[in-house]
T-cell receptor, first 113, second 115 residues
Framework: DAKTTQPNSMESNEEEPVHLPCNHS???????IHWYRQLPSQGPEYVIH???SNVNNRMASLAIAEDRKSSTLILHRATLRDAAVYYC??????????????FGQGTILTVHP | NAGVTQTPKFQVLKTGQSMTLQCAQD?????MYWYRQDPGMGLRLIYY???????DKGEVPNGYNVSRLNKREFSLRLESAAPSQTSVYFC??????????????FGPGTRLTVT
């Protein structure tokens, strides 16, 4: 099964960029890499997904390594509202088989004013 | 457009009691899911329903049953609650399983305590 490695926690200051790394070395096939986040006392929310090239949306950017064994979620200007647990969902059978999402421990992002 | 709604928000049960957690979505999604999240942990999939009329076990199905009542509603039943089932339960929905993109929409959760 595919597994991910993320730092347990990271800190940032408000309005600074944040780069959240994820290693998913046991990647398989052509499955998408997904990122979700969970704000305090809420359900997870979808952030972004990508396959091979970098992706941008209104929430974040996703940079994917050429070998697809790692990815980085980029928040261009962190706000206090971005303080959350960020989950990198491994691609393939370990993470997104038949639509099921496998959530690991994630990275706790703290944003300082 | 309420998205995914769950009832109740909080529940306390005694060991051995039963209850049903309700979930509904108004996005016309085909697939629905039940997850549990224990303190300090990530989510684990209990059951899912790929489409109306089908249900399948996830990672931790023991002690639970589900019913896909119609396209909108997916309920989770605890027949005989145990303290190990104390958790936060999240329902989610998505358009489907095809295409490899899994944008799931989550409800606010039900916080269940079993004493």
């Amino acid at each position: 099964d595919a597994k991910t490695t993320q730092p347990n926690s990271m800190e940032s200051n408000e309005e600074e960029p944040v780069h959240l790394p994820c290693n998913h070395s046991t990647i398989s096939g052509t499955d998408y890499i997904h990122w979700y986040r969970q704000l305090p006392s809420q359900g997870p929310e979808y952030v972004i997904h990508g396959l091979t090239s970098n992706v941008n949306n209104r929430m974040a950017s996703l940079a994917i390594a050429e070998d697809r064994k790692s990815s980085t979620l980029i928040l261009h200007r962190a706000t206090l509202r971005d303080a959350a647990v960020y989950y990198c969902i491994p691609p393939g059978a370990g993470g997104t088989s038949y639509g099921k999402l496998t959530f690991g421990q994630g990275t706790i992002l703290t944003v300082h004013p | 457009n309420a998205g995914v709604t769950q009832t109740p928000k909080f529940q306390v049960l005694k060991t051995g009691q039963s209850m049903t957690l309700q979930c509904a979505q108004d996005m016309n999604h085909n697939s629905m899911y039940w997850y549990r999240q224990d303190p300090g942990m990530g989510l684990r999939l209990i059951y899912y329903s790929a489409s109306e009329g089908t249900t399948d076990k996830g990672e931790v199905p023991n002690g639970y049953n589900v019913s896909r009542l119609n396209k909108r509603e997916f309920s989770l039943r605890l027949e005989s609650a145990a303290p190990s089932q104390t958790s936060v339960y999240f329902c989610a929905s998505s358009e489907g399983l095809a295409g490899g993109v899994y944008e799931q929409y989550f409800g606010p959760g039900t916080r269940l305590t079993v004493t």
